[in-house]
């Protein structure tokens, strides 16, 4: 069943679970418990489409490195960030749930099975073919993974709206603006919410959902606690820090100098990266981790299958002058046009969790009178000196074996020089509200329970203490399909 909140007679309303936010977590969390057969109330801020007023709630501020304008990199209707999902999906690995790094936290509360049981029962919900499994390259020390871009990625809206109109069991609200909390001693009693004419609703439930996605679960939180006089969430003090994203750029070019070992490398011949369909996509091995102690990475070595000419010329004039004898064999091989190797290398970023990278409020207001986000995110010197580590050593491993050679970007090799990149990250927001196994060191616990109260959690990526490279978005589906046994089992407790 569907609503608009400024349609409802009764301002107030009961429900088994209050969820708030309706996008990929919200959605998934919703669908699951009235399939359980729960009473479900999904409040959703904007509509089923796009809406400018709905929009502009997402305005903020961003202190630090280039970043992406906070009402770009969110949507803020039915669906949520799935309306610009472009359908990644890379796998994750047992040790991305670890600490890589002395010092950097990065491992996560809770075993790696109890997430991977969950990957099988998310992938259900998208048009992913099966992946196939990592093959070790280059001595072992790195991976050829296989990255998948689904074709034709969901879009959480569209796909499920007629279900949930359908269904008996949950009740959308949209426009239902969440604006605040009523508790006793950290039991949430109700959750206040208004529509853009200011109308009011309250929803009481047993228990309350936060799905709100990475920036605006911290904020809203930040916002509870300053207007309630609480520290829900943050008696370690980590509430809306070590925020984290995947720091993305082109970091190089490369050719290739022997086909025939380049292809031993591959055991897929095509994927799909950026539409491009010539992409080989490489990460560290575990081998690789233990021995050069970096944070995940990922390479796509995207080949264009006509290189142009005057690049050719450039690369030749380059590789003549700095490496001669790779020069005239490059050369002979262009002259008997053989040559179909030119290209460029893509990355993707695990980031060094910090608490100067964080989600603040700031002074102006919206609508709702709360306090609009100030982002503070920067690449630390651990991000550039990983990004340097690794993509030397992919280049050595690859001119040791005559595969390719790799001319690394001048920002690369030299951290005294900006960052160049069209790309600064992946839209993914991660981490502000971050897992733990204990309130003086996280935000939720291992049910993604606030810490400090006995029914509100909090879904999304932003419970996520790291997430190695992979795109957020069918992790936080597994995450999310978890919390709903925990609810479940709450419920018919």
């Excluded at 021995?291 to 390479?299: S, V």
């Excluded at 010197?381 to 030397?392: F, L, V």
Aim: charged share 25%; aromatic share 10%; hydrophobic share 35%.
């Amino acid at each position: 069943m569907i609503f608009n909140l400024e349609e409802l007679e009764s301002p107030e309303l009961k429900s088994d679970a209050c969820i708030i936010g309706g996008g990929a977590a919200g959605i998934t969390l919703a669908r699951k418990l009235g399939s359980l057969g729960h009473d479900v109330i999904l409040a959703e801020g904007g509509s089923l489409k796009y809406e400018q007023q709905s929009q502009d709630l997402y305005q903020g501020k961003v202190v630090g490195d280039q970043y992406y304008d906070l009402m770009a990199t969110r949507l803020r209707f039915f669906g949520g960030a799935t309306n610009h999902w472009a359908g990644h999906y890379a796998p994750l690995h047992s040790y991305d749930f670890t600490n890589k790094v002395p010092g950097i936290q990065t491992a996560w509360p809770i075993d790696y099975s109890a997430f991977n049981s969950y990957i099988d029962k998310a992938r259900e919900i998208f048009p992913f073919r099966q992946i196939t499994p990592s093959k070790p390259v280059l001595d072992g020390m790195f991976e050829k993974i296989d990255h998948i871009t689904s074709p034709s990625p969901a879009r959480f809206g569209p796909k499920f709206v007629d279900e949930i109109k359908a269904s008996q069991n949950i009740r959308l609200i949209l426009h239902a603006n969440f604006t605040g909390v009523e508790h006793t001693d950290g039991n949430i009693t109700k959750a206040i919410f208004k529509d853009f004419l200011n109308k009011s609703l309250k929803i009481s439930a047993k228990h309350f959902v936060l799905a709100c996605g990475g920036i605006e679960n911290p904020r809203l939180l930040l916002h509870l606690n300053e207007t309630l006089n609480t520290n829900f969430g943050n008696k370690s003090g980590l509430l809306g820090k070590k925020f984290t994203e995947h720091p993305m750029g082109n970091i190089g070019q490369f050719i290739i100098t022997n086909q025939s070992n380049y292809d031993a490398l591959n055991f897929r011949k095509e994927d799909i990266f950026e539409v491009d369909p010539h992409s080989d996509f490489f990460q560290p091995s575990e081998q690789f981790f233990k021995k050069h102690k970096t944070l995940n990475f990922f390479m796509a070595m995207v080949r264009p299958s006509e290189p142009e000419p005057e690049v050719h010329n450039q690369i030749m004039n380059d590789l003549l002058c700095t490496a001669p004898s790779l020069g005239e064999k490059i050369s002979s091989r262009l002259l008997k046009k053989q040559l179909q190797c030119y290209g460029t290398i893509l990355t993707s970023q695990e980031q060094e969790p910090i608490e100067d990278n964080r989600i603040a409020l700031g002074e102006e207001k919206d609508q709702f009178g709360i306090r609009r986000p100030i982002l503070y995110w920067r690449r630390t010197s651990t991000d550039r000196e990983h990004i340097k580590k690794i993509a030397i050593e992919f280049a050595r491993l690859l001119a040791e074996k005559d595969i390719a050679r790799i001319k690394l970007y001048d920002w690369v090799v030299d951290s005294s020089l900006p960052v160049k990149t069209r790309r600064p990250g992946g839209h993914h927001h991660i981490g502000a509200t971050r897992m733990s196994d204990g309130e003086e060191s996280g935000v939720v616990d291992t049910n993604c329970l606030l810490y400090g109260t006995e029914n509100f959690y909090v879904a999304g990526s932003s419970v996520f203490p790291s997430i190695g490279t992979a795109s957020p978005t069918l992790p936080l589906v597994a995450m999310t399909l978890r919390l709903a046994d925990h609810l479940n089992q709450q419920l018919i407790a």
